[in-house]
């Protein structure tokens, strides 16, 4: 079974310092991976997809870098503004099948 | 193009009582999904379909039923509500399994509390 884990669970940092969050995952035998962005009260709103066959994806201050032989994804925030603030949630897709983290809380404090 | 919706936004329903949430996109999407979303936990599949008339059970299925008749709607029963269906239920819709087009769209979400 797919074990998704994202530490930490949360995480304050001041406006303008760099965020990394990490997604650890157990089955390397991944189709793809992506993270989302999830608002208090809110949907999920999808930020980056990485291929399996890819090793990073980036979209204007994200970056994500996958590397499937250790299990892991991490995702970069340059330059956080209070307007990062929200709920981060990594996803692997193995088998036909979603499997989520909990989830990381970023505060980014102005 | 209003991509995917949930209806109802908010619900409570007393032990034993029964409803349907009804989950909408409008991308002519060939997959449909149900998650549910507990405290602490990411989100886990209930059930899932990949075509219209077709449905299958998802990791945590019991207690739950799915229809989908047609396209562009995936309905998710309760028969008989227990206060453990108490959360947040996100539907999601995506073109494909494979390749770029995997990405799956999310609905706002039902916060279904059972009392």
């Known amino acids: 079974k797919q074990e998704v884990t994202q530490i930490p669970a949360a995480l304050s940092v001041p406006e303008g310092e760099n965020l990394v969050l990490n997604c650890s995952f157990t089955?390397?035998?991944?189709?793809?991976l992506q993270w989302f962005r999830q608002d208090p009260g809110k949907g999920l709103t999808s930020l980056l997809l990485?291929?399996?066959?890819?090793r990073e994806q980036t979209s204007g201050r994200l970056n994500a870098s996958l590397d499937k032989s250790s299990g892991r994804s991490t995702l970069y925030i340059a330059a956080s503004q209070p307007g990062d603030s929200a709920t981060y949630l990594c996803?692997?897709?193995?088998?036909?099948?979603?499997?989520f983290g909990a989830g990381t809380t970023v505060t980014v404090r102005a | 193009n209003a991509g995917v919706t949930q209806t109802p936004k908010f619900r409570v329903l007393k032990t034993g009582q029964s409803m349907t949430l009804l989950c909408a996109q409008d991308?002519?999407?060939?997959?449909m999904y149900w998650y549910r979303q507990d405290p602490g936990m990411g989100l886990r599949l209930i059930h899932y379909?990949?075509?219209?008339?077709?449905?299958a059970k998802g990791e945590v299925p019991d207690g739950y039923n799915v229809s989908r008749l047609k396209k562009q709607n995936f309905l998710l029963g309760l028969e008989s509500a227990a206060p453990s269906q108490t959360s947040v239920y996100f539907c999601?819709?995506?073109?494909?399994?494979?390749?770029?087009?995997?990405?799956?769209?999310f609905g706002p979400g039902t916060r279904l509390t059972v009392t």
């Open positions: 999601a819709s995506s073109k494909s399994l494979a390749g770029a087009n995997y990405e799956q769209y």
């Open positions: 089955d390397s035998a991944i189709y793809n």
């Open positions: 990485i291929q399996s066959s890819q």
């Open positions: 996803a692997v897709m193995a088998h036909y099948k979603l499997s």
């Open positions: 991308m002519n999407h060939e997959y």
């Open positions: 379909s990949v075509g219209e008339g077709t449905t």
